[in-house]
Every structure is written in C-alpha cells, then in structure tokens.
C-alpha cells in the first residue's frame, strides 16, 4: 500500500508542472492589456513602463513563468493588479466558501443521487426505473444559471423563505449561516445528483446479474445481505464520482456563484476575468486545479483501500 502510495504522488508532480504551464500560457494567450485596469486613459509611457517592470510584465514568457513558479512553490501568488492585496489572502479566502458551498452540494447530490440509483437498480424497467431515470437525465440537462434565477424567484422572491444572494455578514452562526447557501447548493448539487444516480443504477443493475449475486441467494442470504454485498461492490465506483464531480464543482461554480454573488472562487474568476487580473486568475486557476489533483489522489488512494484489486492491476 505504502509503494503505491508512494508511486501514486509521484505520478502528481509531472502533473501539476504541466497544470501550473497550461494555467500561465492560457491566460497570457488572452489577448488585452493587463494594466489595463490600473493605468489611467491619459497615463505617461513612463509610468506604464514602470508599472509593467513593477509586475514583471517586461521580462519574457519564460523568465515570468520560472519566478511565477518559483514563488508560487514558496507560497508566493504574487499580487492583485485591480485591489493591491495578495493574491493567497485573497484566493484562500474565496476557496473557504467554494468548499464551504461545494461539500455541502456534493453530499446532497450524492445522498439522493444514490438513493435514486440503487431504487432504480433493484427495480430495473419498472416504473419506478424509469421516473428515476428520466429525473437523473432532466437534472443533467437543466442549465445551472436557469435554475437557481428560478429558486430564486420561487423560495426567495414569492415565499420570501430564503435569502436571494450573498453569504451573510458572518455572525449569524451555522445554522444563519446555512439558510444562505441552501438555494446555491440545491442549485449546483442537481448535475452531480443526475450523474451519480445513473452510474450506480448501471452498477447495481450489472452487479445485481452476476452470478455471485445469484449464489448468494441461492443459499438463502437475505435482501438486506444481498444489499450489503451490493453497496460493498458498488462503492468503489461511486466514490470515484463523487470526488470527481466534488472536483468539477470546485471549478465549475463560476455561474451559480456569480447569480448568487457568493464570495468564492467562481466569483472572484469572474471578477478576474473582466478586470484582466492576470496575477489573481492566474493564482485562482492553479490553486483549484491543485485541489482537484490532489482530490484524485485521495479519491485513488480510498478507493485501494476499498477495493484491493485496484492495486494489483
């Protein structure tokens, strides 16, 4: 367990190189002036030249990429260009409410995503299959943005049961603090709840047909222990895809965040963007990119522990 271990993080650092220079060369490639939001319209020659020294913008691509990345190894982000402040207090503060609004959203989508894929497993092409199937496939296709403007307008504007927009002033403690991300989380966890709910309904579908299954009940194991050898098998798999999409909502959340004006790390990559912020898009990116490497890697080393298997293939 400890080689694999061991192989499995050396496996990431090739990774995250290749992350942190797609993340810079992507956002250079942009076309703009990223002083653009600093400098004023009438600013000397001068003052955009010691500007552009100031952030670095004057050496060449492969002279910024290194001291990027060699500051970024210290903990180093650089600076904000449009507020000042560094870019990690910034960063780490927003990524306190994704993960915050993304944990929460993943447990809700997995919790009914799962129950709805095990019922419609057990009860394949019965009627309660399908309308199980048809909700996993109506929660994929609703676009994010669509459906929390109509949360919004039902819980919020018409009953008038939660807040619309923004995380609270902090002192409302968790359970004030838990009414402001209920419509957000509803919102982003109905993608993963579709996507898990028809990967377990085919694994419990295809487990339930093998031939171990039907041993087991030939010797007279109950429901509920049929049940159990199911969840043991099906488990693996599942977790996979719930880290995975616990991955994809941590950089993915740029829309619900910015119709809710949640304070995380999709708001401030869309507050980036539209400022030409290059130092904090560039932080922001790479910083959720190294949580979702490093998600796979837990998610993997779970799953070994569940599923001996994993690690002799």
């Known amino acids: 367990m400890l080689a694999y271990l061991a192989r499995r993080v050396a496996y990431?650092?090739?990774?995250?190189?290749?992350?942190?220079?797609?993340?810079?060369?992507?956002v250079h490639i942009?076309?703009?002036?990223?002083?653009?939001?600093?400098?004023?319209?009438?600013?000397?020659?001068?003052?955009?030249?010691?500007?552009?020294?100031?952030?670095?913008?004057?050496?060449?691509?492969?002279?910024?990429?290194?001291?990027?990345?060699?500051?970024?190894a210290h903990g180093d982000l650089g600076t904000s260009i449009a507020t000042g402040r560094p870019v990690t207090d910034e960063v780490f503060k927003a990524v306190g409410y994704t993960l915050?609004?993304?944990?929460?959203?993943t447990l809700i989508g997995f919790f009914f995503g799962s129950l709805f894929g095990f019922v419609a497993g057990y009860y394949r092409d019965s009627?309660?299959?399908k309308a199980a199937s048809a909700l996993s496939v109506l929660g994929v296709s609703v676009p994010h943005y669509w459906l929390g403007?109509?949360?919004?307008?039902v819980f919020a504007a018409?009953?008038?049961?939660?807040?619309?927009?923004?995380?609270?002033?902090?002192?409302?403690?968790?359970?004030?603090?838990?009414?402001?991300m209920i419509l957000p989380a509803v919102t982003m966890s109905v993608i993963p709840m579709g996507i898990v709910a028809r990967t377990v309904r085919a694994l419990v579908a295809d487990i339930l047909?093998?031939?171990?299954?039907?041993?087991?009940?030939?010797?007279?194991?109950?429901?509920?222990?049929v049940f159990r050898h199911v969840v043991k098998n099906a488990a693996p798999t599942a977790l996979a895809v719930m880290g995975l999409q616990l991955g994809y909502l941590l950089g993915g959340s740029i829309l619900i965040e910015t119709v809710f004006s949640w304070p995380g790390t999709g708001f401030l990559l869309n507050a980036a963007i539209f400022q030409r912020d290059l130092p904090l898009l560039q932080g922001t990116i790479l910083v959720l990119a190294l949580f979702f490497v490093i998600l796979n890697l837990l998610v993997d080393v779970v799953q070994t522990a569940l599923d001996p298997r994993i690690q002799r293939s």
Do not use: H
């Open 12 to 26: 990431t650092v090739p990774i995250l190189f290749g992350v942190a220079l797609v993340c810079f060369a992507l």
């Open 30 to 72: 942009a076309p703009g002036d990223p002083l653009v939001s600093v400098l004023p319209p009438d600013a000397s020659a001068d003052l955009q030249a010691m500007l552009r020294t100031l952030y670095g913008f004057d050496r060449s691509y492969p002279e910024q990429f290194g001291r990027w990345l060699w500051r970024a």
């Open 100 to 105: 915050r609004l993304s944990i929460l959203a």
């Open 127 to 129: 009627l309660v299959d």
């Open 149 to 153: 403007m109509v949360l919004v307008i």
């Open 158 to 180: 018409i009953l008038g049961w939660l807040p619309p927009t923004g995380a609270g002033s902090g002192n409302e403690g968790f359970f004030g603090s838990l009414r402001f």
């Open 209 to 225: 047909a093998q031939e171990f299954v039907i041993g087991l009940r030939a010797k007279g194991l109950t429901d509920w222990g």
